[in-house]
């Protein structure tokens, strides 16, 4: 069992549709990620929450939407996507956002857009 | 900003064989982290060693080790005595430590096939 667990490891929606990625994590952090991973293109930070409060919204459109109701627990909320939001969306996580502290990811939830 | 290259998109080596995976980057800060992550089928990103700017001595990891040159601003990972388990997207990935709030900037990738 991994330490980040991410649920759907797949999931296809339409443009219309509303959907959310959950990740968990088991390592008692308190800081959480999500980045997305493109063909092609590096892992891109999307997201960061510290002690439950967002740090970090990395120009994200608003169609993205995360929510981190504990320090164990982060969502990421979809709705009106477009195809080019079809990749792999990594949570992550470490314990305090501190350069230094190493970030333990999850398997990924891939997301295909039609 | 601090960009991260890796310029060998794909690589492979003989079971047993060595073989490095090369990474530069581009930055004006003096203390960072460097990190080289692997990424198997499972697309899981593992930690598989890091290395502290202001350390001269290479970071080690078993099977791993890493040649920092930072005037060069080169940090290459060789694997030695490779596994058919070592097979996975390798990525090479910077972090300030000046800079606060600073993000983990990843390069390309590069894919590494382990040939029996």
């Known amino acids: 069992e991994t330490g980040v667990t991410q649920t759907p490891r797949h999931l296809v929606m339409g443009m219309t549709n509303k959907k959310s990625l959950k990740c968990e994590q088991h390592l008692g952090h308190n800081a959480m990620y999500w980045y997305k991973q493109s063909a092609k293109k590096p892992l891109e930070l999307m997201f960061v929450?510290?002690?439950?409060?967002?740090?970090e919204n990395n120009s994200v459109p608003s169609r993205f939407s995360p929510e981190c109701p504990n320090s164990s627990h982060l969502f990421l909320h979809l709705h009106t996507l477009q195809p080019e939001d079809s990749a792999l969306y990594l949570c992550?996580?470490?314990?305090?956002?501190?350069?230094?502290?190493?970030?333990?990811f999850g398997e990924g939830s891939w997301l295909t857009v039609v | 900003a601090q960009t991260v290259t890796q310029s060998q998109p794909e690589m492979s080596v003989q079971e047993a064989e060595t073989v490095t995976l090369s990474c530069t980057y581009d930055?004006?800060?003096?203390?960072?982290?460097l990190f080289w992550y692997k990424q198997p089928p499972s697309r899981q990103m593992i930690l598989v060693i890091r290395?502290?700017?202001?350390?001269?001595q290479n970071a080690t990891e078993n099977r791993f080790s890493v040649n920092f040159q930072k005037a060069a601003k080169s940090f290459s990972l060789k694997i030695s005595d490779s596994q058919l388990g070592d097979a996975a997207m390798y990525f090479c990935a910077y972090r300030s430590r000046e800079t606060s709030g600073s993000r983990l900037t990843f390069g390309e990738g590069t894919q590494l096939t382990v040939n029996p």
């Open positions: 929450y510290s002690l439950e409060e967002r740090v």
């Open positions: 930055t004006s800060e003096s203390d960072y982290y």
């Open positions: 992550a996580s470490s314990q305090g956002t501190a350069p230094g502290n190493t970030i333990y």
């Open positions: 290395q502290e700017a202001y350390k001269q």
